[in-house]
């Protein structure tokens, strides 16, 4: 699979911003009192907690029904081990785009109307409609991300998403008819970091017995910049490699069975 410049540290900390709504934790402190939305524009890029481990982070047991169960031992029964979405220069798709970015920032561009989030990972990128920008369900295109609609409850920022495709190649394997509840504030942690806190909630009875909610974290870094994820080259660049050593090894071929070739 092709990599970016941040993947090497990215494996061995993928799941470092990912914290469970149900692990214990002080709470935050509020943010200083201000009118009207926070402005979320800017980089974000992985939080850890104060004082929490680099590694073995705890993971929910996914409740999944009986047909999520059989739907998703069907899918790894055909996978090999180095089988990924990624491999094929394919995003992860909703809710993992946003839990297991690893070392990978995102950018988030807003407007009154809609907010853009770009993972660098993947270059993978959400929209978040507002008001008159939002189209019927009805004229709705599924996506692996989805569709999703936005609103601001006080400094509040709430995301409800649907349109999914039914995916098992994730780590939150779900059904066309999953819906993501997400809300957004930020805050500032004891060492005056600026943190923004998404709480997520997956609704899907068709693949799980209940719905279960997790939290993710991101700290701003005020001269972040995402960097180029051009797997697409990579895979093309790999393939011009290929071209050469054909045409090579048919150019050294002809020469081995025509003396003439050989001749100065």
């Not at 999944?64 to 169960?69: E, K, P, Q």
């Not at 739907?71 to 909703?94: F, H, N, Q, T, V």
Request: charged share 25%.
């Amino acid at each position: 699979m092709p990599w970016s410049l941040r993947a090497f540290a990215a494996i061995a900390l993928a799941e470092l911003a990912s914290v469970p709504l149900s692990a214990a934790r002080a709470a935050p402190p509020a943010v200083p009192a201000q009118r009207g939305p926070p402005d979320l524009t800017g980089v974000w890029t992985a939080y850890v907690e104060p004082g929490a481990p680099t590694f073995g982070l705890p993971r929910i047991t996914l409740p999944l029904t009986a047909l999520g169960t059989t739907k998703l031992a069907a899918y790894r029964s055909i996978i090999g081990p180095d089988d990924s979405p990624g491999a094929y220069c394919l995003g992860s798709g909703m809710p993992e785009a946003m839990m297991f970015s690893g070392l990978y920032p995102m950018e988030i561009i807003q407007r009154p109307e809609q907010i853009t989030i770009i993972y660098e990972a993947h270059n993978e990128v959400r929209r978040l409609y507002f008001g008159s920008k939002i189209i019927a369900p009805g004229d709705r295109i599924p996506d692996r991300d989805g569709y999703s609609t936005a609103r601001w409850e006080g400094r509040a920022l709430v995301v409800e998403t649907s349109s999914l495709k039914e995916q098992e190649d994730t780590a939150y394997p779900h059904s066309a008819q999953a819906r993501i509840e997400e809300r957004y504030h930020v805050f500032y942690d004891p060492k005056g970091t600026k943190v923004l806190e998404a709480d997520w909630t997956l609704i899907d009875p068709t693949f799980y017995t209940r719905p279960f909610t997790e939290t993710k974290r991101w700290a701003y870094d005020p001269h972040g910049l995402l960097l180029p994820y051009e797997c697409n080259e990579e895979a093309w660049l790999d393939h011009l490699q290929q071209l050469r050593e054909r045409h090579d090894a048919s150019r050294a071929h002809t020469a081995a069975s025509d003396p003439q070739e050989r001749s100065p």
